[in-house]
């Protein structure tokens, strides 16, 4: 879709499929920051600031996102200031996944961020197909794959998940949770 640096002349609404949001340092190592889905709108940042891409996006499967260019919607919001209040409430339930983000990060080890970044990846489904890889599952938890592989085989060992490949089943979501705060 996009990468870090590019010049930024349009958003994208996700019509199907998943998007990741991911950062890159030099060496290479990947950071997933979000993972966008049906309805999700990315690539909104340069809209206001006019700066390059932050992130980069790409499909994680088979996907289409509708671009639409920044123009037309900065005629909209100077005509109707308006509706800039639901990109304001977009932009703050972003700002709060992060603050949680980071805080997860200073307050939860890794085994405990690998058991919240599991939980949100199944939603309310007991039984879920991990929709990343495992690189980008320890990206997201901020930790080395094995570290995350490591957290994952505890889990089973201790009868909390069942795994088989990229399928999943919590068997103890209860356990799960209580490791995730």
């Known amino acids: 879709m996009f990468s870090e640096s590019d010049v930024a002349t349009e958003l994208f609404v996700v019509v199907s499929g998943r998007i990741a949001i991911a950062n890159r340092s030099i060496d290479g190592r990947e950071s997933v920051v979000a993972l966008m889905e049906r309805g999700d709108l990315f690539g909104e940042m340069a809209l206001f600031d006019g700066r390059p891409r932050s992130a980069e996006a790409r499909a994680l499967e088979p996907s289409e996102a509708i671009a639409i260019p920044y123009a037309p919607l900065r005629a909209i919001y100077e005509s109707q200031p308006e509706l800039l209040w639901n990109v304001v409430e977009m932009l703050a ?63 089973v060992r201790l009868g909390w998940i069942e795994q088989a490949e990229r399928r999943y089943r919590i068997t103890n979501r209860e356990q799960l949770e209580l490791r995730a705060r």
């Open 93 to 155: 339930t972003r700002l709060r996944s992060t603050d949680e983000q980071l805080a997860d990060s200073v307050f939860l080890d890794v085994t405990g961020r690998t058991a919240k970044r599991l939980l949100e990846l199944a939603g309310d489904a007991d039984e879920f197909s991990l929709p990343i890889t495992q690189e980008e599952l320890a990206g997201m938890v901020g930790a080395s794959r094995e570290r995350v592989n490591k957290a994952i085989a505890s889990f």
